[in-house]
């Protein structure tokens, strides 16, 4: 027999994923696959299940009858969806400098963005910065995309206005000490 199917596969972690074996040759056929992923299964000609973890894969496929077996490499590459890691919450000062990088993990390379900033402030790359001109508290929509998906969290940013001093509303002068007689 001689392999027919692809050489090459892609799934995407945590979804389902199928493949299935092809030859020529004389039938019956048996068919045989080594070195799968975490996550998925051979039956019959099929590789199939969710894999769990993305990565480069060797497989080897095998294809029996009764002339012999044909052994062929399948590369099974699992990319990740993006997931945003960095934290949902972040504060400025109104009037002070402000910096905040988004963070995700997945399979890059991996595509950033950040909308709905209050004045002051831009994104570029994988940071929102500037100078916040206006306070109050903005939800930042950011989002994180790849070739298996995209990600969208919403971010709470809080501008304060500027610290000021302290400022004393009330004096009371220290009481007298008390002196025992004794």
């Known amino acids: 027999?001689?392999?027919t199917s692809p050489l090459t596969a892609s799934g995407i972690a945590g979804q389902g994923f199928s493949y299935t074996m092809t030859a020529s040759g004389?039938?019956?056929?048996?068919?045989g696959a080594s070195g799968l992923p975490a996550g998925l299964a051979f039956s019959g000609a099929t590789i199939s299940g969710t894999p769990a973890a993305a990565g480069t894969n060797s497989?080897?496929?095998?294809?029996?009858?009764?002339?012999?077996?044909?052994t062929r490499t399948l590369v099974l590459t699992v990319t990740a969806k993006p997931a945003i890691t960095s934290p949902l919450t972040a504060s400025g000062i109104l009037g002070q400098v402000f910096a905040y990088t988004i963070t995700a993990s997945g399979t890059a390379p991996i595509t950033l963005g950040a909308s709905g900033l209050p004045a002051?402030?831009?994104f570029s790359?994988?940071?929102i910065s500037g100078t916040?001109?206006?306070?109050?508290?903005?939800?930042?929509t950011l989002t994180a995309t790849n070739g298996a998906g995209s990600d969208t969290k919403l971010l709470a940013?809080?501008?304060s206005a500027a610290n000021s001093p302290p400022l004393v509303s009330s004096f009371s002068p220290p009481s007298p000490a008390v002196v025992a007689a004794g």
């Open 1 to 3: 027999p001689v392999i």
């Open 120 to 122: 002051g402030l831009t």
């Open 132 to 140: 916040p001109l206006t306070a109050g508290t903005s939800n930042v």
């Open 59 to 70: 497989v080897t496929l095998t294809a029996t009858n009764v002339a012999g077996t044909d």
């Open 157 to 159: 940013l809080t501008i």
């Open 26 to 31: 004389t039938a019956p056929i048996t068919f």
């Open 125 to 127: 790359g994988a940071t």
